[in-house]
């Protein structure tokens, strides 16, 4: 995942007018495809159906997590609302996941109990809504610029791919009468649900879990902030992301007993390389003089109390 900015002014008023239109346009979809499908007996239709309903959820949960993470930090919540966005996306997934599961259930269903289709309106319906699938998504890859939107692309993307999957099949069952096509395709289509969904439940669960962002190596951290001049030692060094758009930081750092006035030259020097080599764009470095115990908590040397009211603390802020 790369650390890019929220979109702001123009570009945020482009991408809620690309969702409401992406919400009309899918919520309309979903009505002709589950009476198409109950119409044409076809449980390819019925699954686009249901797939649809999820993207509709998807980009109404990704509207309301735009306009949540646009307010402001307050005292409740002083990193603002960022997670909106990836709740959103792990709902979504979430969601999707499930939906593949009933599809492939109700696909072995059918193989074992065939039900006639009528491939000609399979068909039909299956074209309008590639048409509209397609269009929605290169909408939403133009906006897509972090986990909540790049959720709803996938889902629209993956619709584009299943509509085609089910035009071919309403074609092979028109040219070979061979009914089974339609739940086999109702396979295919679950799989690609649950294998693009997988990927974002892996990925907004690490968020929501506070682990190291994909990519970042603490080792390499932790020896560009040792390479700095001053740095005698980092530990405690903790790295997550706050939500798709920024990474932050927070650790101790061993310097020499020098004044604070003296320090800041090192932090920063720090801030620096945190900023422009790791893209982590919010630090919290406390620094010491002395040894710290067990992660979490520093414990001083009785002898060193008279020296010391307490370990300074340095935070390097950079928006």
């Known amino acids: 995942m790369h650390v ?8 945020a008023k482009r991408t809620t007018i690309v969702l409401l239109v992406s919400l009309a346009a899918t919520l309309a979809y979903v009505a002709v495809t589950f009476v198409a499908g109950l119409r044409a007996h076809s449980l390819a239709l019925l699954s686009e159906s ?91 890859w133009g906006v897509a610029r972090d986990v909540n939107l790049r959720s709803a692309f996938l889902h629209m993307a993956g619709d584009t ?67 700095v001049e001053g740095v005698i030692d980092v530990h405690d060094l903790h790295v997550w992301s706050l939500g798709s758009h920024s990474r932050a930081l927070a650790c101790h750092v061993t310097i020499a007993d020098i004044p604070p006035s003296e320090s800041a030259c090192i932090l920063a020097k720090l801030n620096h390389v945190l900023r422009d080599h790791f893209h982590i764009g919010h630090t919290t470095i406390q620094f010491e003089h002395i040894g710290c115990g067990d992660v979490g908590a520093c414990v001083v040397p009785p002898e060193e109390m008279t020296h010391f009211s307490g370990h300074e603390h340095h935070h390097g802020h950079m928006h």
């Open 50 to 140: 249901g797939h649809n309903a999820s993207d509709f959820l998807a980009l109404l949960l990704s509207f309301a997590a735009i306009y949540f993470q646009s307010r402001p930090a307050d005292n409740t919540r002083t990193f603002g609302y960022q997670r909106t966005g990836v709740l959103a996306a792990f709902v979504n997934a979430a969601t999707l996941i499930v939906i593949a599961l009933w599809i492939a259930a109700e696909a072995v269903h059918r193989l074992s109990s065939p039900v006639l289709v009528q491939p000609k309106l399979m068909v039909i319906v299956a074209i309008a809504g590639m048409v509209m699938n397609g269009i929605i998504a290169g909408l939403l």
């Open 161 to 227: 791919l299943s509509t085609a999957a089910v035009i071919a099949g309403g074609v092979g069952i028109l040219l070979t009468g061979k009914d089974w096509i339609d739940p086999v395709l109702s396979l295919l289509i679950a799989a690609l649900i649950f294998w693009s969904s997988l990927g974002i439940v892996r990925e907004t669960l690490n968020i929501l879990l506070e682990g190291t962002p994909r990519g970042v190596s603490l080792l390499q951290i932790r020896t560009g902030m040792e390479a």
């Open 4 to 11: 890019q900015a929220a979109p702001s002014g123009s570009g």
